[in-house]
């Protein structure tokens, strides 16, 4: 089997759990089954020939299991701060111009997992599954494409039942 027939596959079982992590109301829930996915994503990235984008999730992967762990200012900036290194190591090695897409989700979802919850979170991915969906397209990976797409729309939904349920609730308290 060609690697990169190997890829795709590995990144639509990642997409797979990925969609059930997006459906997820617990926020812990959801950075945890995200790990999983994300996990999956870094051969995917790999065996698809971009090794820059492997990199990037393998941190966003290390940022996800730190950000439910020890959510703290110090781990924040020094992830902060490795997301700037990458980018400024993508730029001397001179990568493709669709690397840095995947490279600034990343930085802008570090701020939203140590930052955000709730619908302000949701929100805020649906901005960075834009950035994924652009250098996914560029470097061809369905999987990535697919399931950033269909990322929008889940947590989308997500924040629908979210105030759906927000609505009950004050109808019940009052």
């Given at each position: 089997?060609?690697?990169?027939?190997?890829?795709?596959?590995?990144?639509?079982?990642?997409?797979?759990?990925?969609?059930?992590?997006?459906?997820?109301?617990?926020?812990?829930?959801?950075?945890?089954?995200?790990?999983?996915?994300?996990?999956?994503?870094?051969?995917?990235?790999?065996?698809?020939?971009?090794?820059?984008?492997?990199?990037?999730?393998?941190?966003?992967?290390?940022?996800?299991?730190?950000?439910?762990?020890?959510?703290?200012d110090y781990?924040?900036?020094?992830?902060?701060?490795?997301?700037?290194?990458?980018?400024?190591?993508?730029?001397?090695?001179?990568?493709?111009?669709?690397?840095?897409?995947?490279?600034?989700?990343?930085?802008?979802?570090?701020?939203?997992?140590?930052?955000?919850?709730?619908?302000?979170?949701?929100?805020a991915f649906?901005?960075?599954?834009?950035?994924?969906?652009?250098?996914?397209?560029?470097?061809?990976?369905?999987?990535?494409?697919?399931?950033?797409?269909?990322?929008?729309?889940?947590?989308?939904?997500?924040?629908?039942?979210?105030?759906?349920?927000?609505?009950?609730?004050?109808?019940?308290?009052?």
């Open positions: 089997m060609p690697m990169d027939i190997l890829g795709q596959a590995i990144g639509y079982v990642a997409m797979g759990i990925g969609f059930f992590a997006l459906t997820l109301k617990e926020d812990l829930w959801l950075r945890k089954v995200a790990l999983l996915a994300t996990c999956l994503m870094i051969p995917h990235y790999f065996l698809i020939g971009s090794p820059s984008s492997a990199l990037v999730v393998a941190l966003i992967a290390l940022r996800i299991w730190c950000s439910y762990r020890h959510k703290n781990i924040y900036y020094g992830f902060l701060a490795l997301s700037c290194l990458q980018m400024i190591g993508m730029a001397w090695y001179e990568v493709a111009w669709f690397d840095y897409f995947p490279a600034l989700a990343c930085l802008f979802s570090t701020y939203i997992y140590f930052r955000l919850e709730g619908i302000a979170m949701r929100v649906i901005v960075a599954c834009v950035f994924w969906v652009v250098g996914c397209w560029a470097m061809e990976s369905y999987p990535g494409l697919i399931s950033n797409a269909v990322g929008i729309v889940l947590h989308a939904i997500t924040i629908a039942r979210i105030l759906r349920e927000r609505s009950k609730m004050m109808k019940i308290v009052r």
